[in-house]
């Protein structure tokens, strides 16, 4: 959304019509945030594929309709979701989630959902890939954390150390500590330093989360691999659904509903 | 250090020999570090006074010592200082922290310690003042954050949510969320961001030292006044140390010891 300037949406909702032709437009995600083309107010959880097709911002002129997103302001929380909420519906569609599942989206801000007879009752989000990406290009750390990150030995034992101890801001200045001292090579921080991350991301999620079956992992491979290697490290079960199939598995939920 | 450009400790060391004499040199900090003039490597806890003195490097032809850092690596640990550790001997030789005590140095890489028999005995430190910064400065949360940091009632609005759930990753993200449900203004948004860290910081803290009396907070008013309403809101007391004089303090103590 941000690769769209201000007053640029109509532009390139143009520029689909052209390609495509008129079609009835359903979109979802920061498109309907404050820093979108319209601002689709959120629906409160719990949530499911009618209560969204029901909310959704109509916008008659324009052949389209925006999915809302999705806030949970349960239990003295607050919590908000825009697309995830589609992939979500789309993975219960799809039958990749049960109805009263478990689902982790690994992410920038990753989210973990709890739904309950298919619709999403409740949510939390953890800033896990963006204090990533701002202790490797801001931090002291930095130069320690330009390798790769696998789901590799150096990877579980710092999703280990996370389970073991929830003071991760400890925890990061020692991954420092621990090469001056010889304990760290370079080569492993990136991954070790994720580990920590993730493992941290994974015992708040896990908090979160009721007791139940394998944990849907909703995304791409790369970051779904390591989020399958933190669960199992913490003795969960999960499977990874693919967040594309997803996504268009509920947008066609969502439609289905409307007509 | 990093103001000193490689190469040019030297001269900085020949203007302060022209403006104050060839007086004796005792040197603490970063100077001592791999990116400081000449690396003293660390002395391993317990550490005093007279072990500090006796692990000087000396630079004879500079005329000049450099205080070795003390490292911690107590209990599969790994934990590093520089500076810290002058301050902590001066602190105990003014009486300002008893030979048994307990102190803190809030800053970039707050440092919590306990102190047996006027030794340092071990130590953690937390990255609480460089997460406040790389928030403030490159995250999502940037704009929220640019507001002055007191402690108010929205500073230990943060702290208590910090004591009450050791899940910082989550809580940041609900910074962003609570702002859209119009449940946190934006005036407030930096003091409770940083009730957040600096609570999750007095939590693991807390969690490292002995029960004990008040805790020592070493440094300058700013700082230590947001970690005395932190510590007062977990229900410790704490008293303040001048940091300048705890360290002239800690000089004193080891030029004595080493004639």
């Known amino acids: 959304v941000l690769a769209v300037p201000a007053g640029g949406f109509a532009p390139e909702i143009g520029a689909l019509r052209a390609r495509f032709g ?5 979109l979802a995600g920061m498109i309907g ?3 979108g083309w319209r601002e689709a107010p959120y629906l409160d959880c719990p949530a499911d594929g ?3 097709a029901a909310g959704l911002l109509r916008i008659e002129e324009a052949n389209a309709a925006i999915v809302p997103g999705v806030r949970d302001l349960t239990h003295g929380r607050a919590d908000v979701m825009r697309g995830e909420e589609v992939q979500l519906i789309g993975a ?3 039958g990749a989630v ?3 599942g478990r689902a982790c989206h690994p992410g920038t801000h990753a989210k973990w959902a709890r739904l309950e007879g ?3 009752a409740a949510f939390k989000t953890v800033m896990t890939g963006e204090l990533f990406a701002l202790l490797k290009q801001h931090s002291i750390l930095a130069d320690q954390l330009q390798g790769g990150v696998a789901p590799d030995a150096a990877f579980r034992r710092g999703v280990g150390r996370a389970l073991a101890a929830r003071e991760l801001a400890a925890d990061l200045f020692a991954v420092r500590a621990r090469k001056l001292a010889g304990q760290l090579a370079d080569a492993d921080a990136a991954a070790y330093t994720s580990g920590l991350l993730i493992g941290g991301d994974v015992a708040i ?5 009721s007791q139940g079956g394998s944990i849907a992992l909703i995304g791409a491979s790369a970051l779904t691999s390591l989020y399958a290697a933190a669960l199992d490290e913490a003795g969960q079960r999960s499977h990874v659904v693919d967040g ?3 996504f268009l598995a509920g947008i066609r939920a969502i439609a289905e509903t409307m007509q």
């Open 33 to 35: 945030s404050n820093r």
């Open 244 to 246: 594309e199939e997803a």
């Open 98 to 100: 049960p109805a009263d």
């Open 22 to 26: 008129d079609r009835p437009l359903l």
């Open 118 to 120: 298919g619709a999403i």
């Open 205 to 209: 999620g896990l908090d979160f989360l």
């Open 50 to 52: 009618r209560a969204v």
């Open 92 to 94: 219960v569609a799809m």
